[in-house]
């Protein structure tokens, strides 16, 4: 969670009317989820929670399964420039890997991490630039983006034939108020809140091109504080968590080539900060697993992966103030059908076996191929 931004005095002026910080007077985009009544939330409990650890300040957590079947949960540390990897079918800590600086392996505030193949990938926010590492021994195979970003923070990675399409959302803003709080820039300067880079690794070395800067413009689909992003290529979605309370918070739907579709969805579900996002398949079917990042307890809500019509939410016995979640469908020991991870209060990381998720609100474990 980020200090709250505010409108730029350009946007002010184009929105003559606005009261500061109030929502603004927008037509409302379609809002798939406008069926949600009531607040019925589930209670699932952590299967293990990791060994706290505040100075770390624990943002986003990946999975990785070893060629010997290992799981290691891999999260970023923002306040110690690390990442700490735990065990992850017992949450036992392992080891930590890099520091603080901007050599090869080094970190400047990490935040977003995604783990694909044997890469991971991490954003640093203040290092202005995404870094790939390869797995298992960490090996720093380069940095990219560092010419474009200015204040990243998540990241979203799409398979392709010849390498990887990288999503790389970018939270920049106008300076600060004499609150300190975050100005947010004018919608017309909202056009970057998205890039994307065709990434390959090539005799160990990884090299990305820019190849789009994804942002509307207008009220209903301007991204104005972004940080967690996830793709569905099955159905052409990018999903984007809008985190500016003052104006909603919920996903809205953009393609994969970054167009607006005129679709949101779950401001009526989220009475908190719309955080992390993931997407659980399900043959063709599936839900997407939304964060909604309160204080005292987080609440995790599911939409239909198609329809994105709200399907059920829950909560641990102590999960809170969730930043990044990672889910993963990969069959282990200890979770039969894959486990979601959801980072606890800053401090680590906590697991749910998604065997138990399913029963509680009710969803086959079993799909269809």
């Known amino acids: ?64 399964t070893t060629p010997e079947g290992q799981v290691w949960l891999i999260a970023t540390a923002k306040a110690t420039d690390k990442l700490v990897v735990y065990d992850g079918q017992t949450g036992e800590h392992l080891r930590d890997v890099g ?4 050599a090869p392996g080094q970190f400047m505030r990490p935040n977003g991490i995604a783990v694909v193949d044997d890469l991971v990938l991490i954003v640093e926010r203040d290092g202005h630039r995404v870094q790939v590492l390869q797995l298992p021994s960490f090996t720093p195979l380069g940095t990219f983006a560092a010419e474009d970003l200015r204040k990243p923070y998540g990241l979203w990675v799409n398979k392709q034939a010849d390498g990887y399409d990288v999503y790389v959302t970018d939270s920049y803003d106008a300076g600060e108020d004499a609150q300190g709080n975050d100005v947010l820039p004018p919608l017309a300067e909202l056009d970057k809140r998205v890039r994307r880079y065709a990434l390959q690794v090539r005799d160990g070395k990884a090299q990305a091109t820019l ?44 393609t994969l080539e970054g167009k607006f579709t005129g679709t949101t969805f779950g401001r ?32 995790f809500h599911l939409f239909d992966r198609n329809t994105l019509k709200h399907v059920g939410a829950f909560q641990g ?6 930043d990044g979640i990672w889910m993963t469908e990969t069959a282990s020991a200890r979770f039969p059908h894959g486990a979601l991870y959801a980072v606890h209060d800053d401090q680590g990381v906590v697991a749910f076996d998604w065997d138990s998720v399913a029963k509680q609100l009710s969803l086959p474990l079993e799909c269809e191929k």
């Open 317 to 322: 016995n102590t999960v809170a103030n969730t």
């Open 99 to 102: 520091s603080t600086g901007t």
């Open 1 to 64: 969670m980020r200090a709250r931004p505010v409108l730029g005095l350009l946007a002010l002026a184009v929105l003559a009317g606005c009261k500061p910080g109030a929502p603004e007077a927008a037509a409302p985009a379609v809002d798939a989820a406008a069926a949600t009544t009531g607040r019925s939330v589930a209670t699932v409990a952590e299967t293990f929670q990791t060994p706290m650890t505040p100075a770390d300040n624990i943002d986003s957590p990946a999975s990785w």
């Open 211 to 254: 190849t789009a800067s994804i942002g509307d413009t207008s009220e209903a689909g301007a991204l104005r504080v972004v940080e967690s992003i996830w793709g569905d290529p099955a159905n052409d979605r990018l999903l984007i968590a809008e985190e500016d309370e003052t104006y909603a918070s919920e996903f809205k739907v953009y």
């Open 268 to 299: 009526d579900a989220f009475k908190a900060q719309a955080e992390g996002v993931m997407l659980r398949t399900c043959g063709k079917d599936g839900w997407w697993i939304t964060t909604e990042q309160g204080k005292q307890r987080s609440v």
